[in-house]
């Protein structure tokens, strides 16, 4: 079983085609390019089910403002708001935390 390797979404898009080129024959692109059965295998039935837009690794892509629904709008937010508060208790903690240092120096 081969390892795999990283490839560029144009590779990918080649590596689906061949393979459906082929009669579905992934052995066959595993030895050409040198990539996983499951990687062949993900690529040539996301290739055939959608289009090539279905090849594109989206990990860690954040959907833009527009494409929120009401919900995930709310929920983002929700979490802006928390880091806000939680920042605001951080400074208010350090600011007691100072006066009472220069009280006890002052003694």
Same mark, same amino acid.
């Given at each position: 079983?081969?390892?795999?390797?990283?490839?560029?979404?144009?590779?990918?898009?080649?590596?689906? =085609?061949?393979?459906?080129?082929?009669?579905?024959?992934? =052995?066959?692109?595993?030895?050409?390019?040198?990539?996983?059965?499951?990687?062949?295998?993900?690529?040539?039935?996301?290739? =055939?089910?959608?289009?090539?837009?279905?090849?594109?690794?989206?990990?860690?892509?954040?959907?833009?403002?527009?494409?929120?629904?009401?919900?995930?709008?709310?929920?983002?937010?929700?979490?802006?708001?928390?880091?806000?508060?939680?920042?605001?208790?951080?400074?208010?903690?350090?600011?007691?935390?100072?006066?009472?240092?220069?009280?006890?120096?002052?003694?």
């Amino acid at each position: 079983m081969s390892k795999g390797r990283k490839t560029t979404f144009e590779e990918r898009i080649e590596i689906a =085609q061949y393979t459906i080129a082929n009669g579905l024959d992934y =052995q066959k692109a595993i030895e050409k390019y040198g990539v996983s059965y499951q990687q062949v295998y993900a690529w040539a039935r996301k290739y =055939q089910a959608g289009s090539e837009d279905a090849l594109k690794d989206n990990r860690g892509r954040k959907k833009p403002l527009e494409e929120l629904d009401e919900h995930e709008r709310l929920k983002l937010r929700i979490k802006e708001l928390e880091a806000r508060n939680e920042y605001q208790e951080m400074e208010n903690t350090f600011a007691k935390k100072l006066a009472e240092i220069k009280r006890r120096n002052t003694r």
